[in-house]
C-alpha cells in the first residue's frame, strides 16, 4: 500500500491562507455584532451629586435698607432779619447751648428821599399840634366837670346836665390818648429812617442762634448771608453715633417679624456684620414699583444697632446697607441642597446614589433657606443624592457621578 507523499511546504501555504479567506468574514461580522451591542447598550447617566450634612441652618429675609440718625434737628431763623454767612461746614462738632451757629442782624431801613422825609415830618407836626388841641379840650372838659359836679352837690343842675359833662370829658380824654398815639407813630417812623448810610441799627441788637443739642452738622441749609424770614431752615443737626436702621421689606414678611428678632447688617463698607435688632414694624404699608415693574406692598422696619460706636466709626446718615433678618436658625439641622428635591405628587423627594444606580426616596423637608432645605425624615447625614434630576432619570437608573458638592 502506497503511502501518500506529505504536501510540499508551498501546498501548506495555499491551505493557511484558504483558511483565513473563510474567517475573516466571521470575524467580520462578529465585530460588527460587538459594535452594535456596545451602541445600543444602555449608558449610564452623568449627573452631579451632593452629601446630606449635619450644620448650622437659617432662614432669612434679605432687603436693601439704609441708615438714618435717630434724633435730627432743624435750626430754624426765630425773626425776620439778615443772616450773617454761616461758617459751619458738614461734619463739624457742636456743644449744646454753646456753639453760635447763626447771627441774624435787624434789617436796614429803606432810604427815604427829601420828600417822604418832608411829608414824615409834616404827619409828625400835625399829630403834634393834635395831641395840644386835644390836650386844651381836654383841660377844659375837665375843668367844666368839676364846676358842674360842685354845683351838682348843691343841686343847682340837673343830673342830666352832669352826664352830658361827665361824656365830653370822657370824649376828650379818648380823642387825646388818640392823638398821643398818633404822635408817638410819626415820631417813630422818623427815629427808623434816622440812621446816616453806612451806620448800624441800634433799634434791636443782632439775635444769637446757638445750637440747641450736641452732636455734628448734617447739613448747612442757608449758607450764604440773605434775608431771611421767621422759620426758615438754617441748619440740621444731630448725632452720628445714634444711628438706627431702616428696612423695607414685603409686608407679608413683616407681618411676620417681632420686637428683639435678630439682624446682622452687612455690606455697609466694614469687614463684619453689624448687629442690630428689630425694634419696630411701622403699622402702614405703601407701595412700591420693583424693578421688574411689579407693584409691591411693602413696610418698613426699624432695627436698633447693637454694634458698639468705636466698631462703625466710619457709618454715617443714610448709608447704604444690606439686612439679613433671622426668622428661624438652628446650629444642628439634618440639611440638603434645594436642588436635590423634587415633587413626588403631594410629597418631596429624592434621588439617593446606591452604588452605580439611583434610588428615588420620599422624604419629609422643614425650613428652607432658599438654598438649603431641613430634612425631618427619609434621608440621613452621608447619604449622597442627585442635583437637578429632571425628568431624565427614574428609580433603579444606572448613573456616573461627577462633580461632587457638598453641602455647606
Given at each position: ?174 380823642e387825646l390818648a388818640l392823638a398821643e398815639s398818633t404822635l408817638k407813630q410819626a415820631e ?108 409691591e406692598q411693602r413696610v418698613n422696619v426699624v432695627v436698633d444697632l447693637l454694634t458698639p ?100
Amino acid at each position: 500500500m502506497s503511502t501518500p507523499a506529505a504536501p510540499t511546504p508551498a501546498a501548506r501555504r495555499n491551505g493557511q491562507r484558504h483558511f483565513f479567506r473563510r474567517l475573516v468574514p466571521w470575524l467580520g461580522a462578529l465585530a460588527l455584532l460587538g459594535l452594535l451591542v456596545a451602541g445600543l447598550w444602555p449608558k449610564p447617566v452623568i449627573v452631579e451629586t451632593t452629601r446630606v450634612v449635619t450644620g448650622p441652618l437659617r432662614v432669612t429675609v434679605n432687603e436693601e435698607g439704609k441708615t438714618r440718625i435717630k434724633q435730627r434737628y432743624l435750626v430754624a431763623a426765630p425773626v425776620a432779619g439778615y443772616l450773617r454767612r454761616i461758617p459751619w461746614k458738614a461734619g463739624a462738632g457742636v456743644v449744646a447751648n454753646e456753639t453760635l451757629l447763626a447771627v441774624i442782624e435787624p434789617l436796614p431801613p429803606a432810604l427815604l428821599d427829601v420828600r417822604a422825609r418832608t411829608l414824615a415830618e409834616a404827619r409828625r407836626d400835625v399829630a403834634g399840634a393834635s395831641v395840644a388841641k386835644a390836650k386844651e379840650a381836654h383841660r377844659f372838659a375837665a375843668s367844666e366837670l368839676r364846676r358842674v359836679e360842685r354845683l351838682g352837690k348843691d343841686q343847682v343842675v340837673s343830673p342830666q346836665e352832669l352826664e352830658s359833662v361827665q361824656s365830653r370829658e370822657s370824649a376828650t380824654a379818648r380823642e387825646l390818648a388818640l392823638a398821643e398815639s398818633t404822635l408817638k407813630q410819626a415820631e417813630a417812623e422818623l427815629l427808623e429812617f434816622a440812621v446816616a448810610p453806612g451806620a448800624t441799627n441800634t433799634i434791636r441788637a443782632p439775635v444769637e442762634v446757638k445750637a440747641p443739642v450736641t452732636g455734628r452738622v448734617l447739613r448747612v441749609i442757608e449758607e450764604s448771608a440773605r434775608v431771611v424770614n421767621p422759620g426758615a431752615p438754617l441748619v440740621e443737626l444731630g448725632n452720628p453715633a445714634d444711628l438706627e436702621a431702616v428696612i423695607e421689606v414685603l409686608s407679608r414678611d413683616g407681618a411676620a417679624l417681632t420686637p428683639g428678632t435678630k439682624v446682622e447688617l452687612e455690606h455697609w463698607g466694614g469687614p463684619q456684620p453689624l448687629r442690630a435688632q428689630v425694634r419696630l414694624v411701622e403699622p402702614a404699608a405703601f407701595t412700591k414699583v420693583s424693578a421688574l415693574g411689579v407693584e409691591e406692598q411693602r413696610v418698613n422696619v426699624v432695627v436698633d444697632l447693637l454694634t458698639p460706636v468705636g466698631e462703625r466709626l466710619s457709618l454715617g446718615d443714610n448709608f447704604r446697607v444690606e439686612g439679613r433678618i433671622i426668622l428661624w436658625e438652628e446650629a444642628r439641622a439634618l440639611k440638603v441642597s434645594s436642588g436635590a428635591l423634587f415633587r413626588k405628587g403631594p410629597d418631596w423627594a429624592a434621588f439617593i446614589l446606591a452604588t452605580n444606580s439611583v434610588q428615588l426616596r420620599l422624604v419629609k423637608t422643614g425650613r428652607t433657606s432658599g438654598a438649603e432645605t431641613q430634612i425631618l425624615s427619609g434621608l440621613k447625614d452621608g447619604d449622597e443624592v442627585v442635583l437637578y434630576p429632571g425628568d431624565r432619570l427614574h428609580d433603579g437608573q444606572r448613573v456616573q457621578p461627577t462633580v461632587i458638592s457638598v453641602g455647606q
